[in-house]
């Protein structure tokens, strides 16, 4: 069979929520005349004329004109029955989140509109090869799911499940371009692509916070500094921890409950008092009125202390970093290049950039930094001292890393710190989404930049980093915790081994 959607050619979209909405003023603004239709009685006139009032409010911020808002809003028609879109060449659904509901619509439509007509379901997290299930031409559905405010995110994955015909897919890709947006192929598995590879951002701090080990707005600072436009509780605060734990018990019990999307306590405790983040008003931080949230201290220079046989261990950005500061201030020291750490020596102590394992283990006068990922002066940065140092080095520590240019802020000895372990655990988890054929590398690093404004993708962290370092890092969480969550995935172990040749 033949599908093809010409330019204006006529769309259904099922759902006149949010999502709906949005989905219809893309099309719309894109030439298509669109029927919007919802279940409840007057709901789609509604969305329309919500519409219509956040358009003018675009008019006149300058950004649309007047006579572009009153032609998309022309072309959006709100209809009472299913049956009023027989003629349409794409229907696109987005209703609520439940296989039921969805494969009902889609064997309903099946006896409205055309055989060739294309079916696409906006689902984040149902099996697309499920909803298809039971459709008399199951090769036409495709996962075209957007994300929100869709007028203004960009990324569509575009998912396929196994029966999807692969021309629907690239049928839907080159549309989703023509719309102005950034397409990238999924396979239907957990989560796709963006579900799937960002638990980890949400899981590791979750995990730091049951173990106490430090505050949320420690946490949320130190994942700033790494260049992410929220923190993870601060985004869990806005998404809702409700939707938030949904997704993850989504993911979890999809993939046969792997430990490695394994639920939080903590979450679930903020679920079962009713503090969901900004929309009840307390969450992990205050959203009240006239609430007082902890901050992290701001950076102040300091001149470094005092300090004889220095040594500067390792290479790259941080060792460069710490023969540069050390060269400007005049002091003497030594750069052993080929060390297997990389930090900086003093009169026998170690300061070392966290390797996974906990400061205690490697020795006592010894204290781990986390994986800075920016030079900018004053950035916040992670770091824990060993429980068998001294106090004086346990002072001193934290005094070189401020006069080495961070807003150092100590946390408990944890093993693999903040950034390092969720970066760690976000590159793994790429790895082996393309490992398994959900999406190759690009599509994994567009997905999360464009589709939760990372700072980059995951293979563009390992390209700064490398494949030993993350496995190295994750084998000493496995060690530590002795569980299936840190296990490192098959891509990134072989990729390990081609470095090493």
Known sequence: MSFVIERGASVLVVGAGIMGAGIAQVAAQAGHPVLLFDLREGAATEAKARLGTSLEAVVAKGKLTAQAVAETLSRIEP?????????????????????????????????????????????????????????????????????????????????????????????????????????????????FIVNRIARPYYAETLALLQEQA??????????????????????????????????TQSVYEANFFDKRFVPSLVQRELVDGGLLGRKTGCGFHDYMPGAANPTVPVYEAVALPAGERLRVHGRGAVAERLCQVLTRACRSFQHCADSDWTGLEVQ??????????????????????????????????????????????????????CALGWNAQRIADTPGLVVARTIAMLINEAADAVHQGVCDEDAADAAMKLGVNYPQGPFEWLANWSAAGVSRLLDSLDAHYRGERYRVSPALRQRTWKEST
């Open 79 to 191: 209809i009472g029955t299913l049956e009023a879109a027989a003629p349409v060449r794409l229907v696109i659904e987005a209703v609520v989140e439940q296989l039921d509901a969805k494969r009902a619509l889609f064997r309903q439509l099946e006896s409205i509109v055309a055989e060739d007509c294309v079916l696409a379901t906006n689902t984040s997290s149902i099996s697309v090869t499920a909803i298809a299930n039971g459709l008399k031409h199951p090769g036409r559905l495709v996962g075209m799911h957007f994300f929100n405010p869709v007028p203004l995110m960009k990324l569509v994955e575009v998912v396929s499940g196994l029966q999807t015909d692969p021309d629907v897919a690239r049928i839907i890709h080159a549309l989703a371009t023509r719309w102005g947006k950034a397409p990238v192929y999924a396979r239907s598995t957990p989560g």
């Open 214 to 247: 430090a505050a949320p707005a420690v946490l949320d600072a130190c994942l700033r500094a790494a260049g992410f436009r929220m923190g993870p509780c601060e985004l869990m605060d806005l998404i809702g921890h409700d939707t938030n734990f949904a997704v």
């Open 348 to 401: 026998g102590a170690q300061l070392r950039v966290t390797d996974g394992r906990p400061a205690t283990q490697l020795g006592a006068e010894v204290a781990v930094f986390d994986l800075p990922l920016t030079s900018v002066p004053g950035a916040v940065l992670a770091w824990a001292v060993s429980q068998r140092a001294s106090t004086a080095w346990a002072e001193a520590a934290g005094q070189w890393l």
